[in-house]
């Protein structure tokens, strides 16, 4: 028989404690997971359905903010055809539990004592991670900037939108809106261009992040790597 | 080519669950050197096709594959490389 398994690969049951809405298909959800062991920021869970016949399925979420004790908050994005995100976005019930596995991962993370500038790029729900490392750079205080590059569709497809209209010290976040803007944007809707990245801490200091749709986190490693940030510094993560 | 962009929807960050059971390192951060364009990746950067029937993991510069796993109740079948072959792993109980 195998041994039992231990650390990241075991299967915890976790109790869904609360729901917060983000966005129209985006939502907060917060687990209590008895001895979760703690994670980095960036990491992620997986999630293990189990239907009544026992068919199970698996799908990934990120942690989006430090664990508080036994507590962990992922962000989930409904599916418009999907098997498992709609159901853990607006069926399953408060109380009800589920097996979590984590937590995942050990390439795209970041934490503070990382040196050298911070630079995040998000894509529509690919703020998740991101938003996990801009509240444990909060959390630690670091003094080395940080800028976050958002890019939504649209105001109301803002995730986190409260926290993020109160930058922190040394830390700058730039909406982009791909498809409506607020009243008064200057900048043009469409998608993330060279001219977006102006003013951005020197390439081959600041540690790079990328998350969102293959497409979006593609053109973002291009455009970094056009404007000289080397490929060591640049971290993606590719949401399906 | 089986390389199709529209069709990649993922990274080898995604890997880590579903390996996490076999290795005793987080396999995500393993360095690979593609023996086809000599490309140096990690497993989290590598391109990975999934998730049914299984993932399939290649080379983000020339897409060569890299690995293949594949889950089955209670097992876990890994292939690494292009070779014939894979090693089928007994998983510890689900549930468990």
Same mark, same amino acid.
């Given at each position: 028989?195998?041994?039992?398994?231990?650390?990241?690969?075991?299967?915890r049951?976790?109790?869904l404690? !609360?729901?917060?809405?983000?966005?129209?298909?985006?939502?907060?959800?917060?687990?209590?997971?008895?001895?979760?062991p703690?994670?980095?920021?960036?990491q992620?869970?997986?999630?293990r359905?189990?239907?009544? /016949?026992?068919? %199970? =399925?698996?799908?990934?979420? !990120? #942690?989006?903010?430090?664990?508080?004790?036994?507590?962990?908050?992922?962000?989930?994005?409904?599916?418009?055809?999907?098997e498992?995100?709609?159901?853990?976005?607006?069926?399953?019930?408060?109380? +009800?539990?589920? &097996? @979590?596995?984590?937590?995942?991962?050990?390439?795209? @993370?970041?934490?503070?004592?990382?040196?050298?500038?911070? #630079?995040l790029?998000?894509?529509?729900?690919?703020?998740?991670?991101?938003?996990?490392?801009?509240?444990?750079?909060? =959390?630690?205080? !670091? $003094?080395?900037?940080?800028?976050?590059?958002?890019?939504?569709? !649209?105001? /109301?497809e803002?995730?986190?939108?409260?926290?993020?209209?109160d930058p922190?010290?040394? &830390?700058?976040?730039?909406?982009?809106?791909?498809?409506? $803007?607020? *009243?008064?944007? *200057?900048?043009?809707t469409?998608?993330?261009?060279?001219?977006?990245?102006?003013? #951005?801490?020197?390439?081959?200091?600041?540690?790079?992040?990328?998350?969102?749709?293959?497409?979006?986190? &593609?053109?973002?490693? /291009?455009?970094?790597?056009?404007?000289g940030?080397?490929?060591? #510094?640049?971290?993606?993560e590719?949401?399906? | 080519?089986?390389? /199709?962009p529209? +069709?990649?929807?993922?990274?080898?960050?995604?890997? +880590?669950g579903?390996?996490a *059971?076999?290795?005793?390192?987080?396999?995500?951060?393993?360095?690979?050197?593609?023996?086809?364009?000599?490309m140096?990746?990690?497993?989290?950067?590598?391109?990975?096709?999934?998730?049914?029937?299984?993932?399939t993991?290649?080379?983000?510069?020339c897409?060569?594959?890299?690995?293949?796993?594949?889950?089955?109740?209670g097992?876990?079948?890994?292939q690494?490389?292009?070779? %014939?072959?894979?090693?089928?792993?007994?998983?510890?109980?689900?549930?468990?």
């Amino acid at each position: 028989m195998p041994s039992p398994p231990s650390g990241a690969s075991a299967w915890r049951t976790a109790r869904l404690l !609360s729901r917060e809405p983000q966005i129209s298909t985006g939502r907060t959800l917060r687990f209590t997971v008895p001895d979760w062991p703690g994670h980095l920021a960036g990491q992620h869970v997986d999630v293990r359905l189990t239907a009544d /016949d026992g068919y %199970q =399925a698996v799908r990934s979420y !990120s #942690l989006a903010a430090p664990a508080e004790g036994d507590t962990v908050e992922l962000g989930v994005q409904a599916a418009p055809d999907g098997e498992v995100s709609p159901y853990l976005a607006d069926v399953l019930p408060i109380g +009800a539990e589920v &097996e @979590i596995q984590g937590p995942l991962g050990g390439w795209f @993370i970041w934490t503070p004592r990382d040196a050298g500038p911070l #630079l995040l790029f998000a894509g529509g729900c690919g703020i998740v991670p991101l938003m996990a490392m801009l509240r444990a750079r909060r =959390a630690a205080g !670091s $003094a080395e900037p940080c800028t976050l590059l958002y890019s939504a569709r !649209s105001p /109301d497809e803002v995730w986190y939108a409260r926290e993020l209209a109160d930058p922190g010290p040394a &830390e700058e976040i730039r909406l982009i809106y791909t498809r409506q $803007a607020p *009243p008064g944007d *200057p900048r043009t809707t469409g998608r993330v261009g060279a001219q977006d990245l102006a003013g #951005l801490p020197e390439p081959g200091s600041a540690r790079c992040y990328v998350c969102g749709p293959t497409g979006f986190v &593609e053109h973002v490693a /291009d455009l970094l790597q056009t404007a000289g940030h080397p490929r060591e #510094l640049i971290r993606t993560e590719r949401f399906g | 080519m089986p390389h /199709d962009p529209a +069709a990649f929807r993922l990274d080898g960050n995604a890997l +880590a669950g579903p390996l996490a *059971p076999v290795f005793a390192l987080d396999p995500t951060t393993a360095l690979r050197v593609c023996p086809a364009c000599r490309m140096q990746a990690t497993v989290g950067e590598l391109h990975v096709y999934g998730p049914e029937p299984g993932l399939t993991a290649r080379c983000p510069g020339c897409s060569q594959l890299a690995l293949r796993a594949v889950q089955q109740p209670g097992h876990l079948w890994l292939q690494l490389g292009t070779g %014939q072959g894979a090693f089928r792993f007994t998983l510890p109980a689900a549930g468990g």
